[in-house]
Structure formats: C-alpha cells, structure tokens
C-alpha cells in the first residue's frame, strides 16, 4: 500500500496502544470483568497488542474475542451480493461484563454501531465502552469513542490506512495516495 503520507511508524502505534491501555485500566478501576473485543480485520489485531499490554501492567490476561460484523452492515446490500462473512469469537459470556470494542479507525461511526448491535445478540453486558486507533472525524451517527489514539482531522475523499504486521507485513498509519 502506498501513503501520501506517514502519520505514525510503528513505535508510535505500541505508544498510543499503551497509553489506551493504562487508561482503560485507569477508568475501570483495574480489568475485574473486562472482556476486549475487536472488529475483523484490524481491530482483533490490536485489542490482542492491548490486552498484552494490560497482562504486564495488572499481571492477569484479559480475555479477547473477534466479531465479524459484515451481516449487520447498513449498506450490506450496497457492498456484495455475496458477502464474506468471518468467524466471531467471543471468549466469554457478555451478561454482566465490561467489553470494550476495538476498531483500528472511526468514521462514520456505523461500524460501532453495527458492532454494539453483534454484542447484543450475545447478551446484556454491563458497560460497553469504545477504543479506536485512529479518530478521522466525519461522525453520521452520534458515536464517541471512549479511547482515542489519535485524532486526524481529514477530508471525506482522503483515506486513512493502518498496516499492521500480523495482517499486512509491515506497520504504519497514514493517508493514502
């Protein structure tokens, strides 16, 4: 993937990843009943980074699912006729817990829509809270992220990219070209 331009390198990324997880551990009083979940593709990728880094800091694994939100898409029938669904996971039961959804960018806000929505079909958790990479603005629903790396104002044609190492062999955020 080629970038416009370099808005975080890979030491930056563990930086802002650490800096998420001391504050979620900060608002939730440490991580009693927490449960990380990430958006496929990315977002599974970087709530396992996180939940690595609240294992150092509390000294116990939180655990982290994966959710395919693909089947509860608004724009599903705009996308594919035959859309590719991936498997979710979730590790634990959600009645009563703290999940904290994971997604590499914000936009619209309709991918965390289309997730809260998978939670509930799992259960009644507690809390859900929110964490993203990256911030772009542009909100079409009122969404706020609880936990932001990095907010990057944009313009609607602009995209934002990150490539992570486990998925695309090599890590960086940037805009696109």
Do not use: W
């Not at 930086?15 to 593709?41: F, W």
């Not at 694994?61 to 959710?67: D, E, F, R, S, T």
């Not at 599903?76 to 904290?100: E, F, G, M, Q, Y």
């Not at 790396?149 to 602009?158: F, M, Q, R, Y």
């Amino acid at each position: 993937m080629r970038l416009k331009k370099l808005l975080m390198n890979k030491e930056e990324i563990e930086r802002t990843l650490t800096r998420i997880a001391h504050e979620i551990v900060e608002r939730n009083k440490g991580i009693k009943d927490l449960c990380l979940i990430g958006i496929r593709r990315r977002g599974d990728v970087l709530a396992e980074r996180i939940s690595k880094i609240l294992e150092g800091i509390e000294g116990e694994k939180v655990p982290v699912g994966a959710l395919d939100i693909t089947l509860y898409r608004d724009d599903l029938s705009l996308l594919s006729s035959a859309p590719v669904v991936r498997r979710t996971h979730i590790p634990c039961d959600v009645n009563h817990k703290k999940i904290i959804i994971v997604d590499d960018v914000i936009f619209t806000g309709r991918t965390a829509r289309a997730a809260l929505e998978a939670i509930m079909d799992y259960g009644r958790p507690n809390l859900v809270q929110l964490a993203v990479l990256i911030d772009r603005g542009h909100r079409e629903l009122p969404i706020h992220p609880d936990y932001v790396g990095k907010v990057i104002p944009t313009s609607k044609d602009e995209n934002i990219i990150v490539l992570l190492e486990e998925v695309d062999g090599e890590e960086a955020v940037g805009i696109s070209a």
